[in-house]
């Protein structure tokens, strides 16, 4: 099999910037979203077109990131 259908962009999920891949292998979309810094996975996605990997994918981040502290120093 080859990937087709290829794409990378950057986004912001509240206040966190993060990457969308997506990518067709067969007859499936596989979407991954990870962190910019320090570049880790937080939420993968697939299904049978983009949109669809694209918004389970990004459903679970923001479910993740919603639940992430923030320590400020004073």
């Keep these: 099999m080859?990937?087709?259908d290829?794409?990378?962009?950057?986004e912001e999920i509240g206040r966190?910037?993060?990457n969308i891949t997506s990518y067709?292998?067969?007859n499936e979309y596989y979407c991954?979203?990870?962190n910019v810094e320090p570049?880790?996975?937080l939420a993968r996605g697939q299904g049978p077109s983009r949109e669809?990997?694209?918004k389970k994918a990004l459903q679970k981040a923001e479910e993740m990131l919603?639940?992430?502290r923030v320590v400020t120093q004073s």
């Design 24 to 26: 067709k292998l067969g």
């Design 2 to 4: 080859k990937v087709e």
């Design 52 to 54: 669809e990997a694209e």
């Design 39 to 41: 570049g880790a996975t």
């Design 32 to 34: 991954t979203v990870d």
């Design 16 to 18: 966190w910037k993060v």
């Design 6 to 10: 290829y794409t990378r962009r950057q």
């Design 66 to 68: 919603a639940k992430t």
